[in-house]
């Protein structure tokens, strides 16, 4: 069965620290990924995608992620975070045999303190 | 362009009330689709449209019926709601060539 898992429901940053936000998927076909972020109140937002080529992608607001087949992992990364990156990150999958459909994570809360 | 837009923002119903989410998008995107999300369980996929006059179901579609008459139109129908219907509800759109989806800003639906 196709899944996407993001292990950790809740992780506390300290504003200028790294963040990392995993993603694990099963996905029977060719996938191609994306991380989403979602303020509060307020709806999706693209931080970056992956279709095919070089396996690390570079999206907005110094957002970073690395797609590692081996691993079936999808990771998000931000080498110093800023207060404003407190919100809820989604993981999605999705394949070309399948109509575009997307299948997401639970998503991950990010809380940032000072 | 508008993007995606839905209305209405927030709607407050009564068990067995019916109603109709909208969305719209001004894109000429061939492809629709509705997910809603709650907490602890992302968003998941309600139903989808490849095109005008097709439709199809996605994970939980249960209790809610689409139809899709015009590109730009793909309206949500809840016959008669229900309490576990209580949800945020989003509208997405890509075109069929681009895997790339654009959500709406979504409806907050609440029913008692």
């Known amino acids: 069965a196709q899944s996407v898992t993001q292990p950790d429901i809740h992780i506390t940053v300290s504003e200028g620290a790294s963040l990392e936000l995993r993603c694990n998927y099963s996905y029977g076909a060719t996938p191609y990924l994306f991380w989403y972020v979602q303020s509060p109140g307020q709806g999706l937002q693209l931080l970056l995608k992956?279709?095919?080529?070089?396996?690390l992608v570079q999206g907005i607001k110094g957002f970073e992620a690395e797609f590692k087949r081996s691993q079936s992992s999808f990771n998000l990364r931000k080498p110093s975070v800023h207060w404003s990156d407190a919100a809820e990150y989604f993981c999605a999958v999705g394949s070309t045999d399948s109509w575009g459909k997307l299948q997401f994570g639970a998503g991950t809360q990010v809380v940032v303190t000072p | 362009n508008a993007g995606v837009t839905q209305t209405p923002k927030f709607q407050v119903l009564k068990t067995g009330q019916s109603m109709t989410l909208q969305c719209a998008q001004d894109m000429n995107h061939e492809y629709m689709s509705w997910y809603r999300q709650d907490p602890g369980m992302g968003l998941r996929l309600i139903h989808y449209s490849v095109g005008a006059g097709i439709t199809d179901q996605g994970e939980v579609p249960n209790g809610y019926n689409v139809s899709r008459s015009t590109t730009e139109d793909f309206p949500l129908r809840l016959l008669s709601a229900a309490p576990s219907q209580t949800s945020v509800y989003f509208c997405a759109s890509r075109r069929t060539a681009i895997r790339e989806q654009y959500f709406g800003p979504g409806t907050r639906l609440t029913v008692t």
């Open positions: 992956y279709f095919s080529g070089d396996t």
